[in-house]
Structure formats: structure tokens, C-alpha cells
């Protein structure tokens, strides 16, 4: 698609960057949003409370003096910040989220309604199991149906989330390795990978050791067994792996994994590429977490709630850790303890406090049970086939790292083609902030130089990737005619334009001190 795509009529974007300043701050309906603290006044409360009674001081003299510094609103004040800062955020629901590796589709509002029926939005984990019976029994349904789509044997369904996940597999692993009195050190870890996975093996006491991908961006087999000896405990493996990628040598992987007495964990955050139409239990994997809250919907925007179960092969399955739902005779109940464990079970500790998050399986489950396997399988689908139209669409501008071929879920490209233009990846990310788009993902996978990942999901129609694409196009051709001053000075068009990330993560300032007024403040 080379031709023109029909810009919208251009809004005059010179108009808002000539405005004059306003007295209030304000850009026409965009209210500069104040810290609360800033607008609360002390003094101020939205409900009457009457004096408290005089009593007899019983602090020895270190009751406080001073106001406590909360801010008083009124209750319109109150509720007038918090929508004003809600409409800052950019959702899914506003404006396509292109996020590659984050997966962020969009959550049917079935899932809502669902979620939010009395029965499971107002149950609370300490309930005798007797009164929460149909939530035990749609965790062990949703716990199937998450088996019979992997092909695995087993699942653990507490994790709060991928990287808990990630956690709770390793675990599994480790205690697998134990029972068998062995005692491996080593775990493999492909160059592409997520952080999580290094993090989590390291969290667990293992060494890394990095496995290179080969030039077409996958893990070669012949690298693996390289690596591979008694003292590997497992490989962590992405499949698709976050180059959008299918390891074509995933069965050969597993099978020198296995016949090296290690095990292989799979992430699964790119599940949402083969749903219906590839079971990781038939590639060899032992243990996969699954991002609910990628892959079956879900929101996940601002870092919650998540939910990653995993699910585990006949070998590790006993491991599984409390608490856990098991289904004797089609009656599940939730197995609290060790001695409440059913015969075979060695749980390798307790990993969460409660049952995992209620909210997230009923919104799964609402998913599923909406789509059906064959809508399932459609989503995946039309999740690949969106990522290689968004990739046809620009391959003629914009580079990719591994060749111009088919991908999966997302397509990545590198910086490739913004050499020597003077505009950087980060520049044309913070360019599409300007056009209205929330940036794709940047500099991850690290191994990509300058890379930007790019994951439409099934969500959008042809006519929002359309216009996406558009707009890349667009800027990649005002790169290329040396429009530097636009990117470097994006986004011109946000509440504020380039903040010093560095600084803010190295050098956080957390706490708030207060201005003499808040008038001072304001000035
Ligand atoms: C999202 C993601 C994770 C971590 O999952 P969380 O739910 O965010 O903890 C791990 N690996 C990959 C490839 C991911 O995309």
C-alpha cells in the first residue's frame, strides 16, 4: 500500500501552538490539573463533622499539634481532580495502544457486567468455601479450559501476574530438581528475552547464561545444546518470542532441554499468537505462565490487576503450590494446607495469601465463553494478520531487523532507517504522541538496535490501522526530507513535552512540600 491514504482534513496544528498563554493555565477544555495538594485547603472538609468530645489527653504529650496537612476539598472538588486526571490518561478505549509485548486489546464490556455481578465482585477470600462455592467452581472451569488449550497437565492458578508467574514455574522446577536430589545452578536465557526472565532466575539463585539469537532473530538448537550440561536447570523460552517470531526449532529446543535432564519453561505473554492453533504441551514445555490480562482481554493499563497462571506438565504438576482448587468426583474445593492436599501432591510452598485475583478469571472467563474456541482461534488469527499488515504497509519505509517476512502478533522494526538524520527512535515515538497515537514500544527487545515493537491486536479495523500506518508514513517521509526540529521537539502537543526520565527514575522526588500559598504555588 504505497499510495495515498486519505489524510483527515489537516487540523491546524500552528493554531494551538500560537495560542496565546491563558490567565488560567487552562488550554480551552484541557484543565491544567493541579497536585491536590496545590488546590486542598486545610481548613476545608467535604462532610460536617461535629467537634469531638472533650476527653482527657492519654498520649503523655505527644498528640499532635499541628493540622495533619491533608488536603480538604469539597466533595465536587474532589470529584472534579480525579475525573480531570482520569481524561489525562490515553486507553485503550480512547485510541488504539499499539504496545508491542504488552498486548493491550480491547475488554469487551461483557467482561465488566460479568465481573461486577454480586455473586463474584462482593465475595471476600475469607468466606467459609461452603458460601463461595460457584467462585471455587468457575476458577477450576476457567482452570480447564486453560489446560485443554495448552495441552498441559496442570495449573496453578494464584499468581498475580506474568513475572509471578515466571516465579511460581521456576519454583515448580526447582522443587522437581530437589525431589529428584539434584542440585543445578544454571538457567538459559535467550538474548531477546524479557527482563522477567533473567530477573526471575536470579531472584531464584541461578546463574544466567545468555543464549545469542541467530541472524534470522530465533534460538538455534545447536546454541542450546552448546550450553546445556548438569548443572542447567532449565531454559526460559518465548514463543512467539518478543522479535514476533515463531522459534521454528522449539520441538528440537525441548527435546535436548529434556535430554539433558533439564526442564523448559515457555513465557507465554505472546499466547495470544497461537490460541487454537498450537498447544505448548505439544512442543515439550513444562511450564508456561499465561497473562490473563493479555491474552483473554482484560485490563491491564497503569499496572493492574494482572493475573498469570501456569500451567505444568505431568512432571511438575505435584509441585503446584498451595492454595490450589482440585476437582475430586466434579466437585472442586480449595486445598489450603498440606494435609489438606489430595494424595501425590507435594505443593512447594504458598506463593499468595488468597486464591489468586477473582476479578481477572471472571473476566477470562467471560472472554472465553463469549468467543468460543473458533473465536478464539479468529482472534489469534486476526492478531497476526493485523501485526503483517501494519508490517506490509510500511516495510518500504521503515526497516526491520530480520528481514522483511512474515511475523506473528507484532512486528518489529529498528532504527535502521533514521540513520544519520539526526532523529532517534525515542524522537519518533514522542512524534506519534503529537498525531494522537500512544507510541508503540521502544528499545525493547534490547538485542534490536534503536527497536521499536509494534502489536495492533485484533482490536483495531482496517480503518484505524490505517490510519496508524498513515501517520507513520508520514513521519518517516518528513524524516526523511530532514524535518529534525519536529521530533526532537516532540511531543509539542501534550500537557508537557519532554521530561527527564533519567532523572525522575534516578533522583525521584517523593515527597511534597508544601508552598507558603497556593497562590505562590500557582505563580
Ligand atoms: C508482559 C510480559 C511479561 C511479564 O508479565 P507481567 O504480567 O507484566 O508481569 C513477561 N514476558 C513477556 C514476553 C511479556 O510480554
Wanted: charged share 20%; with cysteine.
Amino acid at each position: 500500500m504505497k499510495g495515498d491514504l486519505g489524510r483527515p482534513t489537516q487540523p491546524d496544528a500552528e493554531r494551538s501552538g500560537e495560542a496565546p498563554p491563558t490567565f488560567t493555565g487552562n488550554r480551552g477544555l484541557q484543565i491544567e490539573e493541579p497536585l491536590i495538594y496545590e488546590i486542598g485547603r486545610g481548613d476545608v472538609s467535604g462532610v460536617d463533622l461535629p467537634d469531638p468530645p472533650k476527653v482527657a489527653a492519654r498520649l503523655g504529650g505527644l498528640e499532635r499539634a499541628d493540622p495533619p496537612g491533608n488536603p480538604g476539598l469539597s466533595e465536587p472538588e474532589t470529584m472534579r481532580h480525579y475525573v480531570r486526571l482520569s481524561q489525562k490518561n490515553y486507553a485503550i478505549d480512547s485510541g488504539i495502544f499499539p504496545l508491542g509485548s504488552c498486548t493491550m486489546k480491547h475488554n469487551p464490556r461483557l467482561n465488566e457486567k460479568t465481573a461486577r455481578l454480586p455473586g463474584f465482585a462482593d465475595i471476600h477470600p475469607l468466606q467459609p468455601q461452603s458460601t463461595v462455592e460457584g467462585g471455587i467452581a468457575l476458577i477450576a472451569e476457567l482452570g480447564r479450559r486453560l489446560t485443554e488449550l495448552t495441552g498441559m497437565a496442570a495449573v496453578a492458578m494464584s499468581p498475580r501476574a506474568g513475572a509471578h508467574g515466571e516465579l511460581c514455574g521456576m519454583l515448580a522446577i526447582k522443587a522437581a530438581l530437589e525431589a529428584a536430589g539434584e542440585t543445578r545452578s544454571v538457567v538459559l536465557v535467550p538474548d531477546s528475552a524479557h527482563g522477567t526472565n533473567p530477573a526471575t532466575a536470579a531472584t531464584l539463585g541461578y546463574d544466567i547464561v545468555e543464549v545469542p539469537a541467530r541472524p534470522d532473530g530465533t534460538v538455534d538448537p545447536a546454541a542450546v545444546r552448546e550450553r546445556l550440561n548438569d548443572t542447567v536447570a532449565a531454559i526460559m523460552l518465548t514463543n512467539p518470542n518478543t522479535a514476533g517470531l515463531f522459534e521454528r526449532d522449539v520441538i528440537a529446543i525441548a527435546e535436548a532441554v529434556h535430554a539433558a535432564g533439564a526442564y523448559f519453561y515457555a513465557d507465554g505473554a505472546n499466547f495470544n499468537a497461537i490460541v487454537g492453533k498450537a498447544r505448548p504441551g505439544d512442543l515439550g514445555v513444562d511450564a508456561m505462565h499465561i497473562n490473563l490480562h493479555k491474552t483473554f482481554s482484560t485490563p491491564h493499563g497503569g499496572g493492574g490487576p494482572g493475573s498469570g497462571p501456569v500451567v505444568l506438565s505431568e512432571a511438575l504438576a505435584p509441585f503446584a503450590p498451595l492454595p490450589f482448587v482440585h476437582v475430586a468426583a466434579g466437585v472442586p474445593r480449595l486445598v489450603e494446607t498440606d494435609d489438606d492436599a489430595p494424595a501425590g501432591a507435594h505443593p512447594f510452598g504458598r506463593l499468595t495469601a488468597f486464591h489468586g485475583q477473582m476479578g481477572m478469571f471472571v473476566r477470562a472467563m467471560a472472554y472465553m465463553l463469549s468467543h468460543g474456541l473458533d473465536g478464539m482461534r479468529q482472534a489469534s488469527e486476526d492478531a497476526v494478520l493485523n501485526a503483517n499488515y501494519v508490517r506490509a504497509c510500511l516495510s518500504d519505509l521503515m526497516s526491520q531487523p530480520y528481514g522483511d517476512r512474515t511475523c506473528m502478533h507484532e512486528v518489529l522494526f529498528d532504527d535502521a532507517f533514521l540513520k544519520d538524520s539526526g532523529v532517534t527512535t525515542l524522537d519518533f515515538a514522542k512524534a506519534l504522541i503529537d498525531e494522537g497515537f500512544h507510541p508503540m514500544t521502544v528499545y525493547f527487545p534490547l538485542v534490536v538496535h534503536g527497536a521499536m515493537l509494534i502489536e495492533p491486536t485484533e482490536s483495531e479495523s482496517k480503518a484505524s490501522l490505517d490510519l496508524f500506518v498513515a501517520s507513520l508514513r508520514d513521519l518517516a517521509l518528513r524524516v526523511g526530507r530532514g524535518e529534525v526540529d519536529r521530533f526532537r521537539q516532540a511531543p509539542r502537543l501534550a500537557p508537557r513535552s519532554r521530561l527527564d526520565e533519567t532523572r525522575a527514575a534516578r533522583k525521584p522526588v517523593l515527597t511534597y512540600t508544601a508552598p507558603e500559598s497556593y497562590r505562590s504555588a500557582a505563580e
